[in-house]
């Protein structure tokens, strides 16, 4: 969904002692710290008054107005003037011999470096609070902090370390809610708004919608409305992956009432994702009344918007498309690359192409349809390029933060991963350049049909294989209709009928909704395609899938291809084959050895030669994969 929701960090620590003025002071940290999350104006007023009160000498009270304004800020998305509020109040802690609320600044601090994108940042701060909680342990510290480690994991896409995290983090939080502050209830609804992010992303939208529920229950209990917007919104967008859209709109709408002042950008998400949600149910005058309000508040800061102006007019350019105003989705479409190129989101110019290219076909100007494919294709492939940049500083962050708790181990899991989520978003040039080929000697030819079936096909699979390698897992029936859609292609296309395949699934796994990683068996049937069938005239494949145990689902690729050894020659002869093969099949058989410990990685992936012929020739080779449910 539209505009995804920033980290926030909450006060509750304590009050500097009083100055030689008074009493005064005390009394506007106590108010401060009670409106913080409920009122906007009287914690403006009341920071305004503690700056006058303060004395030029007095750091541990400057220090504490400095954590109380720059929780403010960030409070309400400002996050620069946050981190320079923490900065120079970093500067006069280290001047200052004792701060007794040094774990708890640094604690909210590391909130605002993610909230700007400085994950190694926070992630020495977390070894810092580590540190600073051993030497002086307080049982409400620990939950706080474990909270921003599950954030931290979070923004580094490893969600089984963040769902751990904040789990134990709601548990120790629990185990001591006689003594919760308003604070720590503001964490808990971090919690479960965190949980929400994870299974939304890991394919899970039921839980999702669960989660954000809670978060929003104990905002609404708790009177936290200083982001109770952006909970709207959250929940609101937990109901529309679910297709619930008149729940869905409930909460968009509920944004748009909300005492939440924090951003326009949430006023704006509620309208575009609203208009989403009625396009979707083909109400398109209504939705682009929605999409031109959210819009209209983008447009006042673009800077900070070219993503979500990008998002907004390539859904305009959908819903042209659909009533065939084409020259006004063309408009659209266009203006979406302008922004998105903007900040090199390659992911939405991948989509935007994708929908551009639809456009164009529809009305038969294959040429520029193709052309957009082209351009598709380029930016996939640099949306790859971005995702192993991503990729190292992602290990490098992680591999610090590890390092200390001596789980170093873990970290090859991570890489493999990441690496593996880097070659899911491409697919390999061979297949991908021949296709493409075959449908512009299909335009050429004036084969209109076909080059708009098969562009159509294309298209789709590149859809589905730029959609899937953003998630964790799938299910079953997703994984086999995208093996359909690449077999499809490359028997039609790239190997112009010369392949055959067959995909068999066991009856008792048919009625059952099973989930796996993500493209977890392209790279077994690529790896045969590319290894064992390219040169022959007839070849075939099998892909059959059955159940293994409880836990677990065998998935047996079989070829009638040259046999491994064959393989093994023309690999010495071509050494960017055995880089294909090494980069595909090894990444993913150790990242099924990290997600099924049980089988050792020899059971895990099994390589047969089929029985040889009369002449003694191999009759191609069968590859078994226990896959975990």
Same mark, same amino acid.
């Given at each position: 969904? *539209?505009?995804?929701?920033?980290?926030?960090?909450?006060?509750?620590?304590?009050?500097?002692?009083?100055?030689?003025?008074?009493?005064? %002071?005390?009394?506007?940290?106590?108010?401060?710290?009670?409106?913080?999350?409920?009122?906007?104006?009287?914690?403006? #007023?009341?920071?305004?008054?503690?700056?006058?009160?303060?004395?030029?000498?007095?750091? $541990?009270?400057?220090?504490?107005?400095?954590?109380?304004?720059?929780?403010? /800020?960030?409070?309400?998305?400002?996050?620069?003037?946050?981190?320079?509020?923490?900065?120079?109040?970093?500067?006069?802690?280290?001047?200052?011999?004792?701060?007794?609320?040094?774990?708890?600044?640094?604690?909210?601090?590391?909130?605002?470096?993610?909230? !700007?994108?400085?994950?190694?940042?926070?992630?020495?701060?977390?070894?810092?609070?580590?540190?600073?909680?051993?030497?002086?342990?307080?049982? %409400? %510290?620990? +939950?706080?902090?474990?909270?921003?480690?599950?954030?931290?994991?979070?923004?580094?896409? *490893?969600?089984?370390? $963040?769902?751990?995290?904040?789990?134990?983090?709601?548990?120790?939080?629990?185990?001591?809610?006689?003594?919760?502050?308003?604070?720590?209830?503001?964490?808990?609804?971090?919690?479960?708004?965190?949980?929400?992010?994870?299974?939304?992303?890991?394919?899970?939208?039921?839980?999702?919608?669960?989660?954000?529920?809670?978060?929003?229950?104990?905002?609404?209990?708790?009177?936290?409305?200083?982001?109770?917007?952006?909970?709207? !919104?959250?929940?609101?967008?937990?109901?529309?992956?679910?297709?619930?859209?008149?729940?869905?709109?409930?909460?968009?709408?509920?944004?748009?009432?909300?005492?939440?002042?924090?951003?326009?950008?949430?006023?704006?998400?509620?309208?575009?994702?609203?208009?989403?949600?009625?396009?979707?149910?083909?109400?398109?005058?209504?939705?682009?009344?929605?999409?031109?309000?959210?819009?209209?508040?983008?447009?006042?800061?673009?800077?900070?918007?070219?993503?979500?102006?990008?998002?907004?007019?390539?859904?305009?350019?959908?819903?042209?498309?659909?009533?065939?105003?084409?020259?006004?989705?063309?408009?659209?479409?266009?203006?979406?690359?302008?922004?998105?190129?903007?900040?090199?989101?390659?992911?939405?110019?991948?989509?935007?192409?994708?929908?551009?290219?639809?456009?164009?076909?529809?009305?038969?100007?294959?040429?520029?349809?193709?052309?957009?494919?082209?351009?598709?294709? /380029?930016?996939?492939?640099?949306?790859?390029?971005?995702?192993?940049?991503?990729?190292?500083?992602?290990?490098?962050?992680?591999?610090?933060?590890?390092?200390?708790?001596?789980?170093?181990?873990?970290?090859?899991?991570?890489?493999?991963?990441?690496?593996?989520?880097?070659?899911?978003?491409?697919?390999?040039?061979?297949?991908?350049?021949?296709?493409?080929?075959?449908?512009?000697?299909?335009?050429?030819?004036?084969?209109?049909?076909?080059?708009?079936?098969?562009?159509?096909?294309?298209?789709?699979?590149?859809?589905? #294989?730029?959609?899937?390698?953003?998630?964790?897992?799938?299910?079953?029936?997703?994984?086999?209709?995208?093996?359909?859609?690449?077999?499809?292609?490359?028997?039609?296309?790239?190997?112009?009928?010369?392949?055959?395949?067959?995909?068999?699934?066991?009856?008792? !796994?048919?009625?059952?909704?099973?989930?796996? +990683?993500?493209?977890?068996?392209?790279?077994?049937?690529?790896?045969?395609?590319?290894?064992?069938?390219?040169?022959?005239?007839?070849?075939?494949?099998?892909?059959?899938?059955?159940?293994?145990?409880?836990?677990?689902?065998?998935?047996?690729?079989?070829?009638?291809?040259?046999?491994?050894?064959?393989?093994?020659?023309?690999?010495?002869?071509?050494?960017?084959?055995?880089?294909?093969?090494?980069?595909?099949?090894?990444?993913?058989?150790?990242?099924?050895?990290?997600?099924?410990?049980?089988?050792?990685?020899?059971?895990?992936?099994?390589?047969?030669?089929?029985? +040889?012929?009369?002449?003694?020739?191999?009759?191609?080779?069968?590859?078994?994969?226990?896959? +975990?449910?």
């Amino acid at each position: 969904m *539209h505009d995804k929701k920033k980290f926030s960090t909450s006060p509750s620590f304590s009050v500097a002692s009083p100055n030689e003025s008074g009493t005064l %002071l005390p009394i506007l940290f106590s108010e401060c710290n009670r409106y913080l999350f409920s009122d906007f104006e009287k914690t403006k #007023s009341c920071l305004a008054q503690i700056k006058e009160a303060i004395a030029p000498n007095d750091k $541990a009270n400057r220090i504490t107005y400095l954590h109380y304004a720059a929780l403010f /800020e960030n409070q309400y998305s400002n996050y620069q003037a946050a981190y320079d509020f923490f900065e120079e109040g970093r500067d006069l802690i280290e001047k200052i011999t004792i701060y007794p609320s040094e774990a708890e600044y640094y604690i909210d601090f590391l909130g605002t470096c993610m909230n !700007l994108d400085k994950l190694e940042k926070a992630a020495s701060l977390v070894a810092k609070v580590e540190q600073l909680i051993h030497d002086a342990p307080n049982s %409400l %510290l620990r +939950p706080k902090l474990l909270c921003r480690e599950g954030y931290l994991n979070l923004q580094l896409s *490893h969600w089984p370390d $963040a769902t751990r995290l904040l789990y134990e983090a709601l548990d120790l939080f629990y185990k001591n809610s006689e003594l919760l502050s308003i604070k720590d209830f503001h964490f808990i609804s971090l919690i479960y708004s965190g949980l929400g992010r994870i299974y939304e992303k890991t394919n899970d939208p039921e839980k999702s919608k669960e989660a954000h529920l809670k978060a929003l229950d104990i905002c609404e209990k708790h009177n936290l409305k200083t982001r109770l917007g952006w909970h709207y !919104l959250s929940t609101g967008n937990a109901f529309a992956m679910l297709g619930q859209t008149n729940q869905a709109i409930s909460f968009f709408k509920k944004v748009l009432t909300s005492p939440d002042v924090a951003s326009d950008n949430v006023r704006a998400s509620a309208f575009a994702n609203w208009g989403h949600c009625l396009f979707n149910e083909n109400l398109a005058q209504t939705a682009i009344g929605l999409y031109n309000k959210a819009e209209e508040i983008y447009i006042k800061n673009p800077e900070k918007n070219y993503s979500n102006l990008a998002i907004i007019h390539r859904w305009k350019g959908e819903l042209f498309a659909q009533a065939n105003q084409h020259t006004s989705a063309a408009n659209h479409f266009q203006k979406a690359l302008t922004f998105a190129k903007k900040t090199k989101n390659y992911h939405e110019l991948a989509n935007i192409c994708d929908g551009a290219s639809t456009l164009y076909a529809h009305t038969q100007q294959y040429k520029i349809a193709f052309e957009y494919q082209l351009l598709k294709a /380029e930016f996939e492939e640099q949306f790859a390029e971005q995702t192993n940049l991503k990729t190292i500083r992602e290990l490098s962050i992680k591999y610090a933060s590890e390092k200390k708790k001596q789980e170093i181990e873990k970290l090859e899991y991570q890489a493999k991963a990441l690496q593996l989520r880097a070659l899911r978003a491409q697919m390999n040039p061979h297949f991908l350049f021949n296709a493409l080929n075959s449908i512009q000697n299909f335009i050429a030819k004036n084969n209109r049909d076909e080059a708009s079936s098969y562009l159509s096909s294309f298209a789709k699979l590149m859809r589905k #294989s730029l959609d899937y390698s953003e998630l964790e897992s799938i299910s079953l029936e997703k994984e086999v209709d995208f093996l359909e859609h690449y077999l499809y292609i490359n028997k039609h296309l790239r190997f112009r009928n010369r392949l055959e395949y067959n995909i068999i699934i066991n009856p008792v !796994l048919v009625d059952e909704d099973y989930e796996i +990683p993500s493209m977890i068996v392209q790279p077994y049937v690529e790896n045969a395609i590319e290894h064992g069938l390219r040169s022959l005239n007839a070849g075939l494949i099998t892909i059959e899938f059955d159940l293994f145990d409880e836990d677990t689902i065998r998935c047996t690729i079989s070829d009638n291809g040259i046999g491994r050894k064959n393989a093994a020659n023309n690999r010495t002869a071509n050494p960017n084959l055995q880089l294909h093969q090494s980069k595909g099949t090894q990444i993913t058989l150790d990242r099924l050895s990290m997600l099924n410990s049980k089988f050792k990685p020899q059971e895990l992936v099994k390589i047969e030669d089929l029985t +040889p012929n009369a002449n003694g020739q191999n009759c191609g080779t069968k590859v078994t994969v226990l896959i +975990p449910i």
